[in-house]
């Protein structure tokens, strides 16, 4: 940190011996697995600088965001519509619950077989490391998976500010209708929240903004089409990672300048891995800060990951919002258009799910897919045997990997991945 930021964590009432502790690990894991990387394009020195700031001034922004009147809200799931939020005058983050953290606590309050995610999520509040949750105004739930839906009951009675919301499960015209509803109900409840009433101008700002912070993710991604990769997947996802509480304008502008660098280099064929390198897609569950496991294993296993068909990756940013709405009733609809397509393992049937990862493998000119599950993870994980089986059939190599936030399994999994690249190769 550049700054001594220790007065600002105890005013959050951060528990500092423990936060030091969570900052030394994030510290050393960054060094490690992104400044060893070779050949990184020269903008991703701005994601460095984010992220040795991430915990510092980032949260200082917030915190003066809160002292000039906006609200700040925090969230755990691509549902919960940033368009929205901005346009009743508020931040949206999204909270990364990417690490184990006082899991002895956690055990107390979740079952052993709950996954890592939310964990994580329940691990930050109870050891008092976490920030951005501690300055949240409101923190949205959302009735996604059962273990969500579940854990929010309990989560409740940690935070006094937390909102769930209720999303459809199946892709019918009821549950179009009950996530318009929703949208109108978030809608109301963050006009409470801020006192700024949503108009139909500010919410076709709130969507171009979003609109154009994903618009520079999707020119990155395609950037990654290249052979060789002018970015590494590590990178790419860390691009991914901090789109969720970046400033959107700042996002944007530092995304585009990267693909500017990124488009000179396929010009000059400089790649970060040689041409022909092994290319593999990753598709499944989320990977949040700093859960940087599987890529690392990959790309230091003589492969170079493509894209993410993933939350933290194109499932979750894959598409725009129309912007053409008058009335702030047709932009809704313009939002629940674009969100009901996020085809997230816990929608009864899926198809639309598999498809795009064909999608994307042919896209990207993936070798490989590995789909990355968390352990307990019953959506992804039982959704992980249809996805194998029909990449198998159209003969694309699948490896099915089910794993959690510890290291243990390290070893046991770079002989699977190595395995799957020479298999590649
Ligand atoms: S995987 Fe599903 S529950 Fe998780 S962030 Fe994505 S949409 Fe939300
Ligand atoms: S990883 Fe799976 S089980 Fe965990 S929160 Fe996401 S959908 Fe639910």
Redesign the pocket.
Known sequence: MTEDYRSMWADLGLDLDAHDALLGVLGKAYQDIYLSQKSRPEGMGYFDFVMSEVHGLRIKELLDEKAAGRKIVCS????VPEEIVLAANATLVGLCSGADFATEDVEKLLPRNTCALIKSSFGFKLGKVCPYLESADMIVG?N??DG?KKAYETLGGLVDNLYVMDIPQMKSDQGRALLKAEYERFKTAMEALTGAAVTAESLKEGIRAVNAKRAAIHRLSSLRKADPSPISGLDALLANQVFFYDNPARFTESVNKICDELEKRIEAKHGVFPENTPRILVSG??QAVPNWKLPMIVETAGAVIVGEES?VGE??TRNLTDESGETVDDMLDSIVNRYFK?D???FTPNPDRLAHIQEMVADYKADGVIHYGLQFCQPYLMEAIPVEKALEEKNIPCLRIETDYSMEDVGQLKTRVEAFVEQLK
């Open positions: 755990y799931c691509v549902f959302e996604t998976c969500k569950c989320p939350c499932r979750g996020v997230c393992a816990i």
